[in-house]
């Protein structure tokens, strides 16, 4: 073996050579793996060898170009010089792949001869998630191997296929049983059959199905999913270079949109919230090497759609749920629904149907408590009272284990109130999942004054089991998310009444990047939540709504009239006299409110809220609450999250409109917060600050 660089090495085994990688963590394309490459294939040349079979150490093959590179000047050779090494080597080279072979990592297999994979493999070139395209030829090679449209949907979603649909689209020559050994067999047949060096820039074969009609059908089909966002749209124009030029001039174009996104503000603010969501799981003052306790069975009070939401997760990851409800009748309704989900997702494809059986007996329904008695974990998902979740606690700590885990799943309430009514408090903690629960990505962790470092690492390892991003945050009335959102609302609600329509406010926050705004939002979730006739007194501008009969999208009536059969929302004019009326009688006058006072007042009180959270150790680093905002509340990730956006526009500007509006208003959430002004004072970043 001969040792090349600090990561590669090459060794011979007969007339094949294995270069070999070793840089861990995920054996990301430093400038030293891609030296060691370079000089381990002209190596294996040099000294006789009939073979390349370049593979990796660890749990991954090359998982793409090293992102903390990025922006830096550039070192050693570039990965185009590897690749031509790879691609023009006068002897067969084969890339022997396992675990994920992403982006620039694909890129280096795509200039192999050919490529071999274990089952478990998967491909992928997610770019278009850090706002980038593939830059070095996988926008080109790629849609010669697998076809246009496949390649036009693995690089537009980012999402990676599993070796056998590799090898149905020809990515992958041969599915091995061991991959060392049958990277080896592969080589040698290679040498001893003469099989041809193949070279995927000289196929052209699969490029004729790229009509413009596909791409019109496929851009059309991508619209709604990819708004604002510039990186899926460059990378079909890519695709469509590689239809429609020559090689070397689609790999021109790719390199210049390439350089477009590399230099953008969207890519800047995905590469920063790639490592926020990562830096999210790992918790200062908890260890990493801190024991966890093994959670073999999960149970779930509650059926309704957050518990049976919350149930599906964890049948997803293989493990046992055993729900409890009430009554016969909610619990079959919950178990129904479950089904139906199941069944939606096998009748398109993303799961079989033989999953669905699998899944639904993972789940043990039931209608007593002290079923509980053998779960590893139970989630309260019930609705928010807190004298009713201090019964089922008490109730929990009677039933469950020693070392069983009591979780919550409040959206504002106070942990450490639901955790003194047990003889545990160390094992209770917050686990507020967001609706619908089985799709959305975020898990607000909250830790309790006394909830202990192992419940709190079990938690968080729990949560990326079941394919969750965690973040740990800390006691207070709406934790991060809704105590942000509730800011947001009441300027929202404030501003209607001095002259912005609803319909305004939701326009300049959907134009920003949001799914909806929160006029929307109010109709979708149903107006009446929590309201009651017989105590309402025409004191807010909900209240009268819903005295007057509208409850949201349910009857087709809220801050919108809804088609009843297209569901397509008009802004209602009654409503807006309503608002006017309301606003009469308490003296306050209307006026024109510009969009720009709309997004500053919705998401400058939001960045202020956020500076007085992590400045009371709420949140633990100032990119957790992007890391919020993004995966919980749908804040567009192409502007990096609300702290980030805040830094992008400077602090200092900021500061000056929240002392504006605190002058105006006098409204306590306007009151700068001290971190803020700290910051913007000193040049700090928001995204950097920490309590
Ligand atoms: C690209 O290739 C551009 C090219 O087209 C060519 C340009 C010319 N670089 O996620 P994990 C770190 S763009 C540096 O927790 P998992 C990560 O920060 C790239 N570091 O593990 C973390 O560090 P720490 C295209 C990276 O098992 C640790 O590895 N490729 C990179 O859940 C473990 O990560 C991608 O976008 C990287 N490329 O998931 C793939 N990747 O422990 C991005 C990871 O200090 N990576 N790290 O927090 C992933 O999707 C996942 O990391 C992966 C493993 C699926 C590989």
Same mark, same amino acid.
């Given at each position: ?219 059309? =089909? #991508? $619209? ?7 990186? /899926?749209?460059?990378? !079909?124009?890519?695709?469509? &270079? %590689? ?65 049976? =939401? #919350? $149930? ?7 493990? /046992?749920?055993?729900? !409890?409800?009430?009554?016969? &009748? %909610? ?361």
């Amino acid at each position: 073996m001969t040792t090349l660089t600090e990561s590669v090495s090459v060794e011979r085994d007969g007339d094949v050579a294995f270069v070999v990688i070793d840089n861990p963590p995920v054996n990301a394309l430093s400038f030293h793996v891609r030296q060691g490459l370079l000089d381990g294939v002209n190596q294996a040349v040099g000294d006789g060898a009939k073979a390349v079979v370049v593979i990796c150490e660890g749990r991954t093959f090359i998982a793409g170009a090293d992102i903390t590179e990025f922006g830096s000047p550039p070192k050693g050779p570039s990965l185009q010089d590897v690749q031509a090494v790879m691609e023009d080597c006068p002897i067969p080279v084969i890339a022997a792949i396992h675990g994920t072979a992403l982006g620039g990592g694909l890129e280096i297999a795509l200039c192999a001869h050919y490529r071999v994979a274990v089952d478990s493999a998967k491909f992928g070139l997610p770019e278009v998630k850090l706002g980038l395209l593939p830059g070095a030829g996988g926008t080109q090679r790629l849609p010669r191997v697998v076809g246009v449209a496949k390649a036009l949907s693995m690089m537009t979603s980012g999402q990676p296929i599993g070796a056998q649909e590799a090898a149905e689209y020809g990515l992958v020559d041969e599915v091995v049983d061991t991959l060392r050994s049958g990277a080896l067999s592969f080589a040698d047949r290679a040498v001893s059959n003469g099989w041809p060096l193949s070279r995927i820039r000289d196929r052209n074969e699969k490029l004729a199905e790229g009509t413009p009609e596909l791409f019109e059908s496929f851009r059309a =089909g #991508i $619209a709604r999913k990819t708004r604002g966002f510039l990186a /899926p749209e460059y990378n !079909v124009q890519c695709v469509e &270079a %590689a239809v429609n030029l020559s090689f070397e001039d689609g790999l021109a174009r790719e390199r210049e949109l390439f350089m477009e996104l590399m230099t953008g503000p969207q890519s800047a603010a995905q590469r920063y919230y790639f490592f926020a969501e990562r830096a999210a799981n790992k918790v200062a003052d908890v260890p990493r090497d801190t024991p966890k306790l093994s959670i073999e069975r999960v149970g779930v009070l509650g059926a309704g759609t957050m518990g049976g =939401g #919350i $149930a599906m997760n964890f049948l997803n990851a293989g493990i /046992p749920v055993t729900i !409890v409800e009430r009554e016969q &009748a %909610a619990l079959d309704r919950g178990l129904a629904v479950i089904r139906k989900n199941y069944e939606r997702s096998a009748k398109r494809g993303s799961i079989s149907a033989a999953d669905v059986e699998t899944r639904m007996n993972l789940l043990t329904p039931s209608l007593d408590k002290n079923d509980f008695a053998d779960v590893d974990m139970v989630i309260e998902a019930v609705f928010e009272d807190m004298d009713l979740k201090k019964t089922l606690f008490a109730e929990f700590d009677a039933i469950c284990k020693p070392n069983c885990i009591l979780a919550s799943n409040t959206s504002a309430l106070d942990i450490n109130v639901i955790a003194s009514v047990t003889s545990r408090p160390q094992s209770v903690i917050g686990t507020h999942f967001f609706s619908p629960a089985n799709v959305m990505k975020l898990l607000e962790v909250v830790r309790g004054d006394e909830t202990s470092d192992t419940v709190i690492a079990t938690t968080m390892a729990l949560a990326k089991t079941i394919n969750k991003v965690a973040v740990l945050v800390g006691v207070c009335h709406g934790f991060v998310g809704n105590r942000m959102l509730f800011v947001r609302r009441l300027e929202a609600n404030q501003m209607v009444l001095e002259g912005a329509t609803p319909a305004q406010v939701d326009r300049v926050l959907y134009d920003f990047g949001f799914p909806m705004g929160p006029f929307a939002m109010s109709d979708l979730a149903g107006l009446d939540i929590g309201w009651k006739a017989e105590t309402s007194t025409s004191s807010s501008i909900r209240e009268l709504m819903c005295e007057s009969g509208r409850r949201g999208q349910k009857n087709g009536r809220g801050y919108y009239t809804y088609d009843a059969e297209t569901r397509a929302s008009t802004p209602d004019p009654e409503v807006e006299t309503l608002i006017r009326e309301f606003a009469q009688s308490q003296g306050i006058e209307q006026r024109e409110v510009s969009d720009q006072e709309v997004l500053e007042r919705l998401l400058y009180s939001m960045i202020n809220e956020g500076a007085a959270i992590l400045q009371e150790g709420i949140a633990a680093r100032g990119s957790d609450i992007d890391v919020v905002w993004v995966n919980g509340y749908g804040w567009p990730v192409y502007t990096g999250g609300p702290m980030y956006w805040a830094d992008s526009i400077g602090l200092d500007k900021v500061v000056e409109q929240i002392n504006h509006y605190y002058q105006n208003s006098g409204a306590s959430h306007w009151k700068l917060a001290p971190l803020l002004s700290r910051l913007a004072a000193s040049g700090e970043k928001l995204q950097n600050a920490v309590p």
